[in-house]
């Protein structure tokens, strides 16, 4: 294997999501604009050089690798990629293996894609889920269907895999929903995941007025529910509580209330061969040119390691840091796959 890759604050990377495609079903208001204008073909990495890049990070020292998009599983031929990764799950060997291949999805290709992630070897999903009621779903989603994705949900299920729902908190659009996706999670045996809205691109929706501080939510849920505080910790931006009376796990991820970045054990590889190694944060390095340039995997793995030693100890969100620019970051979710 490779020299491991280490950061400036002694933060060793294990952890890579990928982004396979920038485009999406959905237009959630939170994540994109209404009127999306998505790369070319020729911008994004075809599928061998997602393929040579994932397998260097693997090489050295990366364990789990998320894949991402936008919707990745809109991609046409997108279970060969997870084949090919599939390969290197529990490896044998001294030249690297993966411990874990996931997806995030919104969903709406679950129900014709979830027995072909299995096969591949994913055990996991999280799946992008806003609301339980349908006008609802669609306004946020803008486009969604929220039968659609129940589809998906249930065809996960069906096909053995272990779900989170990722639900991003929006004050007065799903704050009364907490409750029943609780329950509702309960009743599936799924787990619950709460993010608070994060400022990246123009979405065309004004955040501030959206923004909920999940530490209200928690002192709310916790007069209804017994929140059991776990010691679970996987260097990833979630804080896990054990809900009693389902059984299942409650995750808040609180990037404006709670800094969780030092233990940050993961980077981003765009769909275009940016690598970000931190979501809240612009510093790129691109990898496409090179890599398309001839460059060798010594070479590539030079120039991650040196972003990597730019990791910034902490990133720093801002909802409405300027009354005129509600997103901190230009860069949309999207991009990055969150």
């Known amino acids: 294997m490779g020299t491991p890759f280490l950061d400036s604050l002694g933060r060793t990377v294990t952890y890579l999501r990928v982004s396979v495609t920038d485009r999406c079903d959905m237009r959630c208001v939170y994540c994109m604009s209404e009127t999306m204008s998505f790369l070319p073909k020729a911008e994004i990495l075809t599928y061998a050089e997602l393929e040579r890049l994932c397998a260097a990070f693997i090489r050295s020292g990366v364990t789990r690798l998320r894949v991402t998009g936008g919707e990745p599983l809109v991609r046409r031929d997108v279970g060969d990629f997870f084949q090919a990764m599939g390969k290197w799950l529990h490896?044998?060997?001294?030249?690297?293996?993966?411990?874990?291949?996931?997806?995030?999805?919104n969903g709406s290709r679950l129900a014709e894609h979830a027995g072909m992630l299995a096969g591949a070897g994913v055990r996991r999903v999280n799946i992008s889920l806003d609301s339980l009621?349908?006008?609802?779903?669609?306004?946020?989603?803008?486009?969604?269907?929220?039968?659609?994705?129940?589809?998906?949900?249930?065809?996960?299920?069906?096909?053995g895999l272990a779900i989170r729902i990722n639900t991003v908190a929006m004050a007065g659009v799903n704050d009364d929903e907490f409750d029943t996706l609780l329950a509702w999670?309960?009743?599936?045996?799924?787990?619950?995941?709460?993010?608070?809205?994060?400022?990246?691109?123009?979405?065309?929706?004004?955040?501030?007025?959206?923004?909920?501080?999940?530490?209200?939510?928690?002192?709310?849920?916790?007069?209804?529910?017994?929140?059991?505080?776990?010691?679970?910790r996987t260097g990833g931006p979630a804080c896990y509580l054990r809900v009693r009376e389902t059984g299942r796990k409650l995750g808040l991820i609180t990037p404006m209330t709670h800094n969780f970045c030092e233990s940050c054990n993961r980077v981003r590889l765009s769909c275009t061969g940016q690598l970000y190694p931190c979501l809240g944060d612009e510093g790129a390095t691109d990898l496409r040119h090179p890599l398309r340039e001839g460059a060798s995997d010594a070479e590539l793995l030079h120039l991650v390691q040196s972003a990597i030693l730019r990791k910034p100890k902490g990133h720093d969100f801002v909802i409405g840091r300027r009354a005129d620019d509600p997103a901190a970051m230009r860069r949309h979710m999207s991009v990055t796959g969150g």
């Open 133 to 159: 009621d349908s006008e609802k779903f669609r306004r946020i989603t803008r486009r969604g269907n929220l039968d659609q994705t129940l589809a998906g949900v249930r065809a996960a299920r069906l096909a």
């Open 91 to 105: 490896r044998p060997g001294g030249n690297g293996h993966l411990d874990e291949l996931t997806v995030t999805t």
């Open 185 to 232: 999670c309960g009743e599936i045996g799924a787990d619950l995941c709460l993010i608070e809205t994060m400022p990246m691109g123009e979405t065309g929706e004004d955040r501030t007025d959206r923004y909920l501080p999940l530490s209200a939510v928690r002192t709310e849920l916790s007069r209804r529910w017994t929140l059991e505080p776990l010691a679970e």
